[in-house]
């Protein structure tokens, strides 16, 4: 059974950096397409960075501020989010697609989810 399991969430004041991580178990890695979503207090979810493969994508708004990256030995998802603003505050969501494919860095059909971490940034 596929557990993804977030910490490194908290509060920051704009222009700080979190660095959130996502454990994951029950399947193989490095054949899965992972990634970050987030949904803001009256807001729809938005995919913000998803990889696989080695390749990589971003949504725009995050774009050169924010990186993610997985440690394959440990089975483990980051992101890392520099600069952060106010309108970056969400639950942000790890999660796992089993396959890499276009849908894959479209955010589409994610099938596994974490619990959510709430990140914060006030101005």
């Known amino acids: 059974q596929v557990q993804l399991v977030e910490s490194g969430g908290g509060s920051v004041q704009a222009g700080g950096s979190l660095r959130l991580s996502c454990a994951a178990s029950?399947?193989?890695?490095?054949?899965?397409?992972m990634g970050w979503f987030r949904q803001a207090p009256g807001k729809e979810r938005e995919g913000v960075a998803f990889?696989?493969?080695?390749?990589?994508r971003y949504v725009d708004s995050v774009k050169g501020r924010f990186t993610i990256s997985k440690d394959s030995a440990k089975n483990t998802l980051y992101l890392q989010m520099n600069s952060l603003k106010p309108e970056d505050t969400a639950m942000y969501y790890c999660a796992a697609r089993n396959q890499v494919d276009v849908a894959c860095f479209r955010g589409v059909g994610f099938a596994y989810w974490g619990q959510g971490i709430q990140v914060a940034v006030s101005s």
């Open positions: 990889i696989g493969s080695g390749s990589t």
């Open positions: 029950g399947y193989t890695y490095s054949t899965y397409c």
